[in-house]
């Protein structure tokens, strides 16, 4: 079956930097996907790896090793806006998202 | 830009009823498709479309039935509606699979009794 892995909750602090790890086995891999969702909001994009390596964007940042089945987003300078879930989520040989249950990360004062 | 719009918000039915939700994307994407979101699971893929008069079934297709008459709307359908349906369900459109994000509409709050 097709798995993707994440913590269902962390917590950090304002102004602080934080890791949100990302595992999967999938059939196939068509790239590694990353969105953020506000609660009662949709979830939107963050960040897309498909090769092996980091990705930068402003403060945050994606990683890839696709031999490892293993990702990660970091989130640097934290705000109280980044209080959200965080999604992971993988496309498999037939072109399908495959999604994380999510990360609700909590940022306190 | 309106991106993607689902109607309605919210709604309530009764165990049987039937309802649409609907879907409009103003992208000119070729690639729409229906999640529904539950407590403690990812997003489950219900039925997906890559274009104008096609469409497919995804992970969780039991119990409903799609149409894409247009390239922009794509129409969900609950024929007969369970309480197993209470869920979000989100709509999504993307201009082709490989590499580009999917973006999504607010969502449809839909209760079951």
């Known amino acids: 079956g097709q798995n993707i892995d994440q913590p269902t909750e962390m917590t950090a602090t304002e102004g602080a930097i934080v890791q949100i790890n990302c595992t999967y086995q999938?059939?196939?891999?068509?790239?590694l996907f990353w969105y953020q969702q506000h609660a009662g909001e949709a979830p939107t994009f963050l960040s897309y790896n498909v090769l092996d390596g980091l990705e930068e964007k402003g403060r945050f940042s994606s990683f890839l090793s696709r031999s490892k089945g293993y990702s990660y987003l970091l989130l640097k300078e934290l705000q109280m806006k980044d209080s959200a879930s965080y999604l992971c989520a993988v496309m498999d040989s037939n072109y399908q998202l495959i999604w994380g249950a999510g990360t609700k990360l909590i940022i306190k004062p | 830009n309106a991106g993607v719009t689902q109607t309605p918000k919210f709604r309530v039915l009764k165990t049987g009823q039937s309802m649409t939700l609907l879907c409009a994307q103003d992208m000119n994407h070729e690639y729409m498709y229906w999640y529904r979101q539950d407590p403690g699971m990812g997003l489950r893929l219900i039925h997906y479309?890559?274009?104008?008069?096609?469409?497919a079934k995804g992970e969780v297709p039991d119990g409903y039935n799609v149409s894409r008459l247009k390239k922009q709307n794509f129409l969900l359908g609950l024929e007969s509606a369970a309480p197993s349906q209470t869920s979000v369900y989100f709509c999504?459109?993307?201009?082709?699979?490989?590499?580009?994000?999917?973006?999504f509409g607010d969502g449809t709050r839909l209760s079951i009794l």
């Open positions: 999938t059939s196939g891999f068509n790239g």
């Open positions: 479309s890559v274009g104008e008069g096609t469409t």
């Open positions: 999504a459109s993307s201009w082709k699979t490989e590499g580009q994000p999917q973006h």
